[in-house]
C-alpha cells in the first residue's frame, strides 16, 4: 500500500499534513452527484420536534429547551488572540466555538445523531405494533406501558466511548434493552457512566472496528436485537444533518451574515465521519457553496484522509499504511473510515487536515485559560484547522482556488467542539497537566 500510494508517504510518517480534497465540485453538481436529500433533513428535524416533548419528560435537563437538544455557540476571541500571539499569526475573521462539547444528554456530538437513531428505532416499533400513531403526542411513550413494550427489544452498537453513552442512555431511559461494544481505547468513566444508565457494557481489548464487528456478530444472532451501525447509518447521518439547520438560526439571532462575500469554514473533528460528514451535508444543503467545511483527524488515525485520497474507503485502513491507530484524542480513534460518508465527502468536503496529539493538550490548556471552557482532547482537534488554514501553502491555495482574497477579513471560522461536558472533574484535571512534548 505505502508504495502504490507515494502521496501518502508523509501520512504514513505520521507528519502533520493539510490534505486538499481535488474532487471537490460547485454546490449544485455536488448536489445531484450524491442525490442530497433534503426533504431527509426536513423529516430529521419535524421527527426531532416531534419528539421534543418526550425528551423533556425523560431527561429534565432539557427542560429550558422545550427538549430540543442543542449546543451553545459562542465567539472566542481571547481564544482567536492567545492562538495568533503563540504562532505568530495573523488570522482573519471571527473564530466562534460550537459547543456539542455542552450538548444535553451526552455531552458530545453523539446526542445528535444516536439519539435521534434511537428515537426513529422506538417510533418504527411502536408504529408497527399499533401502539403509536402519527399523530399522537409522543410524550405518552414515557409510560410504563411503552416502557414494557421497548424492554422486550435490544439495542447494540460498537464504540470507542461517546456513541456508546449517546445510544446507552437514550435506550436505557426508554426501556431498551442496550449493550455497548466498547474498544480498548474507550475510557473506564464512560464504561462505569453506561453502567449506572443501566447499559450493558462488554470489553474489547481490541479496536473500534472489532468492536463493531463483534457487537453487529452478536445482535444479528438475535432477531429482537438491532444494531447501531455508525459506518453506514443513514439515520445517524441524518439526525447530524440537522445540526446545520439550528446553526443558521443561531448565527442569524448572532446578526452574523454568510454569503458570498462573507464565507464561512468549519473545523470538525473527525473519527470514522458520520459526525463531520452529516454536519458538513447539512451545511452544504444550507450555505452552498458559501461554506467550506474541512475534517482533522490524529496523525495516528487519518482513516478518512486515507479512504479519500485512494478513493479506497472502507477498503483501507491505517494499519494497511503501517500506521498504529493509537491516540489520546480516543473518539477519532478510528482505524477505517465509512464509506457510506466518503463517498459524499469526495463532492463536497474541501480537504483533511492532521494534528499531532500533543497539541491537543495545549490547545485544551488554552481554551480553558483564555475562555474558561472545558472540551475533552478529541474536540481540540478542531482548532488545529483554524490556525493551520490561512498559513500554509494549501491554504492559500484553496483561497485562491476560490477567490476568497478579498473575502477573508470577513470570513467566520467555526471550531466545531464535539465533545467534554460529561468528562468528570478528576480527569479534566489531569488532561490540563498533561504534556505529551
Ligand atoms: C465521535 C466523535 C467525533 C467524530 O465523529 P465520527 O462520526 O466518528 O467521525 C469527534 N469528536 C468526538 C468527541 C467524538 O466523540
Redesign the pocket.
Known amino acids: 500500500m505505502k508504495t502504490k500510494y507515494p502521496s501518502l508517504k508523509n501520512v504514513s510518517e505520521l507528519k502533520e499534513v493539510f490534505w486538499l480534497n481535488p474532487k471537490i465540485i460547485p454546490y449544485e453538481e455536488a448536489a445531484s452527484a450524491i442525490n442530497m436529500d433534503i426533504a431527509a433533513i426536513d423529516d430529521a428535524e419535524m421527527r426531532l420536534k416531534k419528539f421534543a416533548p418526550l425528551i423533556e419528560k425523560v431527561f429534565p435537563e432539557t427542560l429550558p429547551s422545550h427538549g430540543i437538544i442543542e449546543s451553545p455557540i459562542k465567539e472566542i476571541n481571547n481564544m482567536k488572540n492567545k492562538l495568533q500571539e503563540l504562532y505568530k499569526l495573523k488570522l482573519s475573521g471571527k473564530l466562534l466555538l460550537k459547543m456539542d462539547s455542552h450538548l444535553a444528554i451526552a455531552g458530545?456530538?453523539?446526542a445528535r445523531g444516536g439519539i435521534y437513531e434511537v428515537l426513529m428505532y422506538a417510533e418504527t416499533l411502536a408504529m408497527k405494533d399499533g401502539i403509536l400513531k402519527e399523530d399522537d403526542d409522543y410524550s405518552i411513550l414515557a409510560e410504563q406501558k411503552y416502557r414494557d413494550f421497548f424492554s422486550k427489544y435490544k439495542i447494540q452498537v460498537g464504540s470507542t466511548?461517546?456513541?456508546g453513552l449517546s445510544i446507552g442512555i437514550t435506550s436505557a431511559a426508554l426501556g431498551f434493552n442496550v449493550t455497548v461494544h466498547m474498544s480498548a481505547d474507550a475510557k473506564q468513566w464512560k464504561k462505569d457512566l453506561l453502567i449506572s444508565k443501566g447499559a450493558k457494557v462488554v470489553e474489547y481489548d481490541s479496536d473500534f472496528s472489532k468492536a463493531v464487528e463483534e457487537g453487529r456478530k452478536l445482535s444479528d444472532q438475535d432477531p429482537m436485537s438491532y444494531f447501531v451501525d455508525?459506518e453506514n447509518s443513514m439515520n445517524l447521518f441524518l439526525g447530524y444533518s440537522v445540526a446545520a439547520r439550528r446553526l443558521n438560526e443561531q448565527l442569524d439571532n448572532m446578526n452574523i451574515v454568510i454569503d458570498e462575500d462573507h464565507p464561512l469554514f468549519v473545523y470538525l473533528?473527525?473519527?470514522?465521519?458520520?459526525?463531520?460528514g452529516g454536519i458538513t451535508y447539512g451545511l452544504k444543503s444550507v450555505y452552498n457553496d458559501n461554506v467550506h467545511c474541512f475534517f482533522v483527524e490524529p496523525t495516528h488515525a487519518p482513516s478518512m484522509l486515507i479512504g479519500m485520497a485512494t478513493g479506497l474507503h472502507n477498503d483501507i485502513s491505517v494499519q494497511d499504511l503501517g500506521i498504529d491507530g493509537k491516540t489520546h484524542a480516543d473518539?477519532?480513534a478510528?482505524g477505517r473510515p465509512s464509506k457510506l460518508v466518503g463517498k459524499m465527502m469526495d463532492y463536497i468536503l474541501g480537504g483533511v487536515f492532521t494534528v499531532d496529539d500533543y497539541k491537543l493538550y495545549d490547545y485544551m490548556r488554552y481554551l480553558h485559560e483564555t475562555e474558561n471552557i472545558s472540551i475533552?482532547p478529541?474536540?481540540c482537534a478542531a482548532f488545529e484547522g483554524f490556525i493551520k488554514f490561512e498559513a500554509t501553502k494549501e491554504g492559500k491555495q484553496y483561497i485562491k482556488q476560490y477567490n476568497l482574497e478579498n473575502k477573508m477579513q470577513n470570513a467566520v471560522h467555526i471550531a466545531w467542539a464535539?465533545?467534554g461536558s460529561l468528562v468528570p472533574e478528576e480527569i479534566n484535571k489531569q488532561f490540563l497537566k498533561t504534556h505529551l512534548r
Not at 270 to 276: F, I, Q
Open positions: 458530545s456530538v453523539k466511548g461517546n456513541l455508525d473533528p473527525c473519527g470514522v465521519g458520520g459526525a463531520p473518539g477519532l478510528v475533552e478529541s474536540a464535539t465533545g
